[in-house]
């Protein structure tokens, strides 16, 4: 069996940082409508920009695994 699946296969690990970024901005912005002026609301924008950035390469790599 070829290592050649599993030795590139940046998937893998890039895959979890947006998918918890976007999960829990999307949280964060649902309950900061409780706390329209703390801090909360500016997280959750960066957790939703840094998640949306961070999926390209994800996706990327995850494309370059599939062939």
């Avoid at 998937?11 to 964060?28: K, N, Q, R």
């Amino acid at each position: 069996m070829s290592t050649e699946f599993i030795a590139p296969n940046w998937h893998v690990v890039l895959i979890h940082y947006p998918v918890a970024l976007l999960t829990l901005g999307v949280l964060i912005e649902l309950f900061s409508f409780f706390w329209r002026r703390s801090g909360f609301r500016a997280a959750g924008r960066w957790m939703l920009l840094l998640g949306t950035v961070l999926a390209v390469p994800a996706v990327l790599s995850g494309l370059y695994a599939l062939n």
